[in-house]
């Protein structure tokens, strides 16, 4: 069965950290560009970051320097490492894989192949 697995989620206060996995069975992320979004309640889902399979990045405005996506193809992982949380990164984290090496821009939610089922993650004091 294919199909990604996010976890790493939880309860953190402002100025914290957590690291969110996504992990994939079925297929291999090597060959797939990978992306993390996250949707707050009554919001869209937005993209916070993207990795192409040569491992460069993309990543929205808001996370820059904040957070950081990484791979580790030996165990078939993508790492969202999230830094100096703030409140409105409160949201459900998902991982989405697509079938290029390269992150694609403006496409819509239903254009990538595979999903997670989330993971919350809430930043409040």
């Known amino acids: 069965q294919l199909q990604l697995v996010e976890s790493g989620g939880g309860l953190v206060q402002p100025g914290g950290s957590l690291r969110l996995s996504c992990a994939a069975s079925?297929?291999?992320?090597?060959?797939?560009?990978v992306a993390w979004f996250r949707q707050a309640p009554g919001k869209e889902r937005e993209r916070v970051s993207c990795?192409?399979?040569?491992?460069?990045?993309n990543d929205a405005d808001s996370v820059k320097g904040r957070f950081t996506i990484s791979r580790d193809n030996a165990k078939n992982l993508v790492y969202l490492q999230m830094n100096n949380l703030r409140p409105e990164d409160t949201g459900n984290y998902f991982c989405?894989?697509?079938?290029?090496?390269?992150?694609?821009?403006?496409?819509?939610?239903?254009?990538?192949?595979?999903w997670g089922q989330g993971t919350q993650v809430t930043v409040s004091s």
């Open positions: 989405a894989s697509y079938g290029s090496n390269w992150c694609p821009n403006q496409i819509g939610l239903y254009e990538y192949d595979y």
């Open positions: 079925g297929f291999t992320l090597e060959y797939h560009a």
């Open positions: 990795s192409n399979t040569d491992g460069s990045a």
